[in-house]
């Protein structure tokens, strides 16, 4: 958490290398998230089921967190330094988005249990209206936990601090230790909460399938997708601890190290949302097949 720590940086062989593999791996995650976008979209089916629009919703937040992630780490290599003000703005709306991830989650795997174990109850609990205000207050509760840090900065920062350049990290602009203890006690309770409602709904739904029910066997399965989900989203909270850890025992590999643990938690947990309904939904599926089948028809 030291500000002032100086931070090396690669050769410019190592580093245009560097940002063509994330920047191709992240286009191409954009691409293949962009795509489950386009079908949903696209058809009426998706947009009045509160299951695919909570899906789509995930996936938009892990299109936005790439983005930024590709943005700041280019910025970074070719300008080293950025304003504070521009910073603060990126990594707040980051902020923001990795902590939807787990709520909505949390939210799908509620929708998963109402639809299974109260199937009468579902149709007007689970209403597309009710989906959309679902969605706003996870917004609102994920912003909630970075505003008062905000306001935090603006109190006790001059206001030239604003028009400085530092490099963009977190911990360059929250420098207040109490703030630090405020995102770990938030993370905490963040994940708490959805941890205990996947494995209520887990487990309500486990006792449905022992009735030999389909849909209920799939949606216990869906739930443990989930549980996987939220531990990838997880991995995000130890970022900076594995990197440090791994980096005090090789201290000569810092920079491929940092490199590695970020393609590793940033890029390609990304991938496991188009697995989990562009592939395993039957329905998701069927229509991507025929978004590609046109596709190709177009460009033979």
């Known amino acids: 958490m030291n500000v002032s720590t100086t931070i090396s940086r690669d050769s410019q062989g190592i580093a245009i ?7 191709v791996l992240t286009l191409s995650v954009i691409y293949i998230n962009g795509t489950l976008v386009h079908t ?4 009426q089916i998706f947009n009045m089921n509160p299951r695919y629009i909570l899906y789509i919703h995930l996936v938009i937040n892990d ?18 330094t950025l304003h504070v003000s521009f910073c603060l703005i990126m990594l707040m709306i980051a ?16 929708e998963c249990y109402l639809a299974i174990c109260f199937p009468l109850h579902h149709p007007r609990i689970c209403t597309v209206k009710k989906t959309y205000i679902t969605i706003a207050v996870i917004w609102t509760l994920s912003s909630l936990t970075i505003i008062p ?11 030239d601090f604003f028009t400085t350049r530092i490099f963009c990290l977190r911990a360059r602009i929250f420098t207040n230790p109490e703030l630090h203890e405020k995102q770990e006690i938030s993370n905490i309770l963040f994940l708490v909460f959805v941890w205990v409602s996947l494995f209520y709904t887990y487990f309500r739904i486990l006792f449905a399938a022992q009735a030999a029910s389909t849909n209920a066997k799939k949606a216990r399965n869906t739930v443990l997708l989930h549980g996987f989900q939220l531990l990838l989203c997880m991995l995000s909270y130890v970022h900076s601890l594995t990197i440090e850890g791994l980096s005090k025992f090789f201290p000569k590999d810092s920079l491929i190290i940092r490199y590695i643990v970020s393609i ?16 395993r939904d039957k329905t998701f599926r069927k229509y991507l097949k025929n978004y590609y089948k046109k596709k190709e028809k177009i460009h033979p």
Do not use: W
């Open 17 to 23: 290398l560097k940002n063509a593999i994330t920047v």
């Open 95 to 110: 902020i923001v988005s990795s902590l939807n991830n787990p709520l909505t989650l949390a939210a799908m795997a509620a």
């Open 63 to 80: 299109i936005i967190m790439l983005l930024l992630y590709v943005v700041l780490q280019v910025l970074s290599y070719i300008l080293f």
């Open 264 to 279: 590793l938690i940033q890029i390609l947990p990304r991938l496991v949302s188009p697995v989990v309904y562009g592939l």
């Open 149 to 159: 840090d905000l306001f935090v900065v603006l109190a006790t920062k001059p206001m």
């Open 40 to 43: 949903f979209r696209k058809h």
